[in-house]
């Protein structure tokens, strides 16, 4: 069997969410951390195309473009499906070193046709890549326009307004990334799932895109000519509105950080409304009536036991065969490794991955197992789906009902997860159900101060035969919970909420099955213009989800542009932009922080992941310090060396600085002996002896220059020469071929 390895590229598609919940709900797999979906293996016996295949086809796409590459530099994955997307999938890597520099990129590949999905790339040589970009994002736009047209068949496709552009925590040394989303239209109207994201380098190659389109062959399309008036839907919309108060967490992928605030949304039930017929679109298909709010109530009154006190890896096998039990002749399973690690979630867990084998191939997966409880918190069962697929005449015509299936659920959650079930209420939401497998999926929130969490939920498949399909639990670890004491009312915030509200129409597929790919039109709330707004409730204000407002806020002489650069890239850590000097000086704790921020991805996460002990280099920067973990990051790269103190509160100077810089580059070894350098400045004499060489190699290299032959070694560096010299550094570090991860 070849194992699958999954793919770092960013290839997240920014799909096109619907209705008035999902902009902060589906938003949720790429900004609360969910787990991405489970990817299904598939044995080798059953692929259809080799390496050799996959290289063809990504030559076609580029033609001379990556002659140089040869095969020997390309690697190809097994292949693999999607629990809810049968197609066949295949990924291919590639990697060469070019004059002393490693270029690398990344292709999907989809179907029978081997359509590429997916494309990744960065250049051996991205210095002109680097901030200050060589092209402006106007620039960018027209070359991936021009992509679209001669590449990707996108005469069909129309631009979406977009709020992203390359400011993003990224590293300094990696390329700016300007993204742009391409929809394709019919009538010209956008269709929600068929779209097309492409990604231009800040040197204006283009540097990836990402597919996400259904079947076009087969597909028909409502009228657009028999549409209601738009006017008329929105009064329709806005004389239903009611509001929802909810817990938002939000979760910095980047970082790993996580934060809650109070939120105020429209209820969660309503997806869009029928643009021909007028009826309300729910998770379920459509209706004359608008859908009731249910009642919050919780999944269980007190808390439960625990399956057991702790988890051996034994154990944890045990359960996993018993979970994994095939009940088929057909079917085997094997286990194919277990280990102890942790999840996304910072849980201690044993996951164990696993493999169904049967005469023409075999699928596989992994489950985890809370080692603390011996609880399931991540769990897909496909053995019914490759029952049915060997099975023609597989039938789901004896089905449960939806109170059925939700009975099952429970009982599936206090057998297997019974110690979180308290935390957590009975769904708000209508199930998913899946017409063609008779699958129910349901979703528990978490409940908090009896508000419903956003971000945080338990998942339940539950299969036609009342089998158990699925289980995730995404329990989040949170220490504070704000208070909804001083929240704007209820009718304050649908006041907010009806004057942003704006309908876009769209052609959807909501109810996609075997019947058919009809696509309806379906106007789509949308606030303040855009899909991923929400309320504050706190302060009545609208946020976006990505930080959308992105203008310059710091005024400059001769930093502008660095500064705004490291602020909106969140490098840059400045409470009241109104008030921040940027002439100020600088404390060695921040500049540090700048640093590891915007060099390092050492910071992101749980720094002690897996370690039962954390480190404590410096007696006076303690675990509960707030700069602890920068600190530590520091000293693991380098920049910083073991003492019994580090005053993280005292301004840097120059020189100082120059030391941290070397460090960085990998130059301190030559560096040391000071005797190898003759300084020519006026002030050399100002210059600590152990630090003359620092000073000669961070000035020869162009990262701290002089001014009228002045060094000015004890002069303390300011916000604005660390921000212009730090993004120096890191073209430094990009011409070395230097990197600290």
Known sequence: MINSKKVSALVASSVLTIGMFTPIADASSTVYGQPEKVRIQLASVETAYKKEDLIQKFRQLFPNQFEFLTA??????????????????????????????????????????????????QPANIADALFPAKVTKEEAGKVAEGFMKKFLDGKDYQLESDTSNYFS???????????????RTKNQVPIADQMIE??????????????????????????????????????????HLSVDLNYQINYNYETGDRNVQLVYQPTNRLQGVHALSGDWLTQNGYTANFPAKKKIEKL????????????????????????????????????????????????????VEYMYHYANGGHGSNLEINKQTGEVVQYYNFEEELLREMEKNATTENSLTEQEALKKAIAYAKKWAPSYLHNYGMPVEDPSFDERTGTYQFSFPRLVNGIVVIGDQISIGVGADGSLNSLNIDYQEIENWPSSDKVISDEQAKTLLKDALSLKLMYMNPTQNEKGNQYDLIY?????????????????????????????????????????YLLNSKVLDVKDVEKFNADASVSKGEALKVLVNSLTYFHHGDYFFGQEEPTQTFDNIGVKHPLYSVVEHAVEAGIIKPDKKFDVDSSITREELAVWYVRVLGLEQAAKDSSMYKLSFDDTEKIETDKKGYVAVANSMGLLKTEKNLFNPKQEVSYAELAVSTIRLAHAMVDLGRDLH
Do not use: C
């Open 72 to 121: 020997s530099d390309f690697q190809m994955s097994s292949a693999h499906i999607f629990p809810d997307d049968e197609t066949i999938r295949y990924d291919l890597q590639f990697t060469k070193v070019l004059n002393g520099k490693r270029l690398y990129g990344y292709v999907g590949f989809i179907g029978e046709e081997l359509e590429v999905e997916y494309f990744s790339y």
């Open 169 to 183: 925590n990224q590293l300094l040394t990696e390329p700016i990334r300007y993204s742009f989303t391409f929809t």
């Open 198 to 239: 492409v990604y231009v380098l800040g040197n204006g190659e283009i540097g990836g895109f990402y597919k996400t389109q259904q079947n076009q062959g087969s597909s028909t399309f409502a009228d657009v000519s028999k549409v209601k008036a738009n006017e008329e839907m929105l009064k329709k919309v806005k004389d």
């Open 300 to 351: 269980t009154a007190k808390p439960l036991s625990p399956r057991q006190e702790g988890v051996t890896v034994a154990e944890a096998k045990k359960i996993a065969e018993q979970l994994l039990a095939v009940t088929s002749d057909k079917v085997k399973l094997t286990i194919e490794s277990i280990q102890e690690t942790q999840n996304y979630n910072g849980q201690d867990v044993i996951s």
């Open 524 to 564: 789509v709330p949308v606030f303040k213009g855009d899909m991923y707004s929400y309320l504050d409730a706190n302060t009545g204000k609208w946020n976006n989800l990505f930080d959308a407002d992105q203008s310059i806020a710091i005024s400059h002489p001769w930093a502008e542009a660095e500064l705004n």
